[in-house]
């Protein structure tokens, strides 16, 4: 919807690679039937950003943290990228929220929130939200309306419900994924942990920092990443939620958060997650 309000025929919609799969879709699929030309790089580096405008080029598309991968860009490098070639930065913050990052802030042109996952945070809605300046957004409505993407008035009480405790569960993802993520980090089963924050330990590890500007309460990212995602040698790669899943099955080892006795109910599944083992 805010491609298509931003967006004609002709111009050129630059992204970056690793995005949720619904939009690579529309990206990849919908837009080039409307004579939009879009091309993905690696966001990660500015320079490649650089390196990947043209002259058609009206919007720069980030998702940082990136799902799945974790990957971060620098919003407000890209940003100041994206105005001196006259083009606008939308930037998907639905992993971060904002409670812990503002891209508008950052030099962001609109913002895109996923309200089916932490803002609603009940998994009983589908909805989301685009923030901007008025002429902006003021123009999303028309398509918006056009096609069919308006909310509910039960799914915007849903939200406004949900963002009472926005807070609250996201300071618990956060300390829950950091826990986890220095328990993986050490486990010799694990071969890789994706963790958007500086290396988790000692400093020196392979970890993407992201801004301190970014955080919106403080700069030890560490503290405010609810993210992670891990890759087990003896299995293929799942991504972990430490807010979400009870137990992810490899190739014969089983990764069981543990946050105490099994609940009643269908699979036993456990309350939240304060420390995680591994068993065969």
């Known amino acids: 919807m805010r491609s298509l309000s931003l967006l004609q025929k002709g111009d050129h919609l630059l992204s970056t690679d690793v995005i949720y799969g619904g939009t ?9 039937k409307f004579g939009i030309e879009v ?30 991968t974790m990957a971060v860009s620098d919003i407000a490098q890209i940003g100041k990228i994206a105005h001196e070639a006259g ?12 409670y812990f990052q503002r891209p508008l802030a950052l030099g962001a042109d609109a913002v895109v ?11 009983d809605l589908l909805g989301g939200v685009a923030v901007g300046p008025e002429e902006m957004i ?6 918006a309306l056009l096609t069919g993407g308006t909310m509910g008035t039960h799914e915007a009480w849903l939200c406004l419900r949900g963002l009472k405790t926005l807070h609250l569960r996201m300071e618990r993802h956060a300390e829950n994924a950091l826990a986890l ?3 993986l980090e050490k486990h010799p089963a694990v071969q890789k942990v994706n963790y958007p924050a500086s290396a988790i ?18 700069g030890r990212c560490e503290q405010v990443c609810p993210f992670g995602a891990v890759e087990v040698t ?28 099994p609940e009643p109910g269908e699979g036993g599944h456990r309350r939240p997650p304060w420390a995680c083992r591994f068993h065969s």
């Open 24 to 32: 690579y879709g529309l990206f990849s699929s919908l837009l080039p």
């Open 39 to 68: 091309s993905f790089v690696d966001t990660t580096e500015p320079e490649n950003v650089k390196a990947g405008l043209r002259e058609s080029t009206r919007l720069i598309f980030l998702e940082t943290p990136a799902n799945p």
């Open 87 to 98: 083009a606008r930065l939308a930037v998907d913050n639905t992993f971060a929220t904002p």
């Open 113 to 123: 929130e996923s309200c089916t996952k932490y803002i609603g945070g009940h998994g």
């Open 138 to 143: 003021s123009g999303m409505k028309r398509t």
């Open 181 to 183: 993520a220095q328990f």
């Open 201 to 218: 330990s000692d400093g020196n590890g392979p970890y993407q920092r992201i801004d301190p500007a970014a955080c919106v309460r403080c």
């Open 234 to 261: 003896t299995g293929k790669v799942h991504r972990v939620s430490a807010g979400n899943l009870a137990e992810v099955f490899t190739d014969g080892v089983v990764l069981d958060f543990v946050g105490g006795e």
